[in-house]
C-alpha cells in the first residue's frame, strides 16, 4: 500500500510539474515584456524630451566642425555688432519735440548760452547738432546752417558705424555654406570612387552632411537679415527725425534774429 501510493504520488508530481513549469514560463515571459515595453516607451520619451536644441546641436556636430564653425562665428559676431548698435541707436533716440520746445524758451529767457546748456544736458545726435548750430550764431545764420548741416553728417556716420559688417555676414553666411556642401559633395564622390560602387550609405551620407552647411548658413543669414533691417529702419527714422529738428532749429534762429 506504502508503495502504491508512493507511485501515485510520484506520478502526481510528474504531471503538475510541467503545468507549473509552463505557467512560470509564461509569468516570466510576460513580465519580461512589460519590461521591454516600458524601457522603450522610456527610450521614445527619451528621445522627444531631446528638444529643438538637442536636435540643433546634433546636426551641427554632423556637419563638421570646419565650416559649420565659421557660420556660427559669423552669427556670432553679427549678433553682436547687430546688439550693440541696436542698444546705441535706442540710447540716440530722444524726443525731439521737446527739445525744439526747451531750446525755443531757453532762447527767448536766457538767450543762446541757456539754449546751450539745454542742449548740453540732453543725449543723443539731434541735442548735439543743435549745440552745434547754437555755438556759431555769432557767426551768421549762414555758418550755423553750414555747422548744422556738416555736423548732422558726422552724427549719421556714428549711427550708420559697423552696419556693413552685418550685411557682410549675411552674405557670407549662405556662401559658406554652399562651398560647404560642394566640398562635402566632392568627398562624397571621392568615397564612391575609392569604393568602386556606387553605395547608397556613402552617397546619402555625404549629401546630408553637405547640405546641413548651406541649411544652417541660410539659417544665419534670415536671423541677421532680421536684425540688419531692424536696425536700418531705426537709423531712417532717427535720420528723418534729425532733419526735421535742424530744419525747426533753424527757423527758431530766423526768428529770434527778427527780434
Same mark, same amino acid.
Given at each position: 500500500?506504502? #508503495?502504491?501510493?508512493?507511485?501515485?504520488?510520484?506520478?502526481?508530481?510528474? *504531471?503538475?510539474?510541467?503545468?507549473?513549469?509552463?505557467?512560470?514560463?509564461?509569468?516570466?515571459?510576460?513580465?519580461?515584456? =512589460?519590461?521591454?515595453?516600458?524601457? $522603450?516607451?522610456?527610450?521614445?520619451?527619451?528621445?522627444?524630451?531631446?528638444?529643438?536644441?538637442?536636435?540643433?546641436?546634433? #546636426?551641427?556636430?554632423?556637419?563638421?566642425?570646419?565650416?559649420?564653425?565659421?557660420?556660427?562665428?559669423? %552669427?556670432?559676431?553679427?549678433?553682436?555688432?547687430?546688439?550693440?548698435?541696436?542698444?546705441? %541707436?535706442? %540710447?540716440?533716440?530722444?524726443?525731439?519735440? +521737446?527739445?525744439?520746445? !526747451?531750446?525755443? $524758451?531757453?532762447?527767448?529767457?536766457?538767450?543762446?548760452?541757456?539754449?546751450?546748456?539745454?542742449? #548740453?544736458?540732453?543725449?543723443?545726435?539731434?541735442?548735439?547738432?543743435?549745440?552745434?548750430?547754437? $555755438?556759431?550764431?555769432?557767426?551768421?545764420?549762414?555758418? *550755423?546752417? +553750414?555747422?548744422?548741416?556738416?555736423?548732422?553728417? =558726422?552724427?549719421? /556716420?556714428?549711427?550708420?558705424?559697423?552696419?556693413?559688417?552685418?550685411?557682410?555676414?549675411?552674405?557670407?553666411?549662405?556662401?559658406?555654406?554652399?562651398?560647404?556642401?560642394?566640398?562635402?559633395?566632392?568627398?562624397?564622390?571621392?568615397?564612391?570612387?575609392? &569604393?568602386?560602387?556606387?553605395?547608397?550609405?556613402?552617397?546619402?551620407? /555625404?549629401?546630408?552632411?553637405?547640405?546641413?552647411?548651406?541649411?544652417?548658413?541660410?539659417? =544665419? &543669414?534670415?536671423?541677421?537679415?532680421?536684425?540688419?533691417?531692424?536696425?536700418?529702419?531705426?537709423?531712417?527714422?532717427?535720420?528723418?527725425?534729425?532733419? $526735421?529738428?535742424?530744419?525747426?532749429?533753424? !527757423?527758431?534762429?530766423? #526768428?529770434?534774429?527778427?527780434?
Amino acid at each position: 500500500m506504502k #508503495r502504491l501510493f508512493s507511485i501515485f504520488a510520484i506520478a502526481s508530481l510528474m *504531471a503538475f510539474a510541467p503545468v507549473n513549469a509552463y505557467t512560470n514560463a509564461n509569468t516570466i515571459s510576460f513580465e519580461s515584456t =512589460v519590461i521591454s515595453v516600458a524601457q $522603450d516607451d522610456a527610450a521614445d520619451d527619451a528621445a522627444e524630451s531631446l528638444g529643438f536644441h538637442q536636435e540643433l546641436k546634433k #546636426r551641427f556636430i554632423e556637419g563638421g566642425p570646419g565650416f559649420m564653425g565659421i557660420v556660427l562665428l559669423c %552669427l556670432i559676431l553679427g549678433l553682436a555688432i547687430a546688439i550693440e548698435r541696436i542698444i546705441f %541707436l535706442n %540710447l540716440s533716440t530722444t524726443n525731439s519735440k +521737446k527739445l525744439v520746445q !526747451d531750446v525755443e $524758451d531757453a532762447l527767448n529767457s536766457g538767450g543762446v548760452e541757456a539754449a546751450k546748456e539745454v542742449c #548740453r544736458n540732453t543725449k543723443g545726435p539731434v541735442a548735439s547738432i543743435f549745440y552745434q548750430g547754437l $555755438d556759431r550764431t555769432d557767426e551768421g545764420l549762414e555758418q *550755423a546752417e +553750414k555747422a548744422v548741416v556738416a555736423y548732422g553728417g =558726422v552724427q549719421m /556716420g556714428q549711427l550708420e558705424k559697423n552696419v556693413s559688417w552685418i550685411s557682410l555676414f549675411i552674405a557670407l553666411a549662405p556662401m559658406l555654406g554652399f562651398m560647404g556642401t560642394v566640398i562635402g559633395m566632392i568627398t562624397a564622390f571621392d568615397k564612391i570612387e575609392a &569604393a568602386g560602387d556606387m553605395q547608397p550609405s556613402l552617397v546619402a551620407g /555625404g549629401i546630408k552632411v553637405a547640405l546641413l552647411t548651406t541649411v544652417f548658413g541660410l539659417i =544665419v &543669414a534670415i536671423i541677421l537679415q532680421i536684425f540688419y533691417n531692424y536696425i536700418i529702419a531705426k537709423i531712417d527714422a532717427i535720420v528723418n527725425d534729425m532733419e $526735421d529738428a535742424s530744419i525747426s532749429l533753424m !527757423d527758431i534762429l530766423v #526768428r529770434n534774429k527778427q527780434k
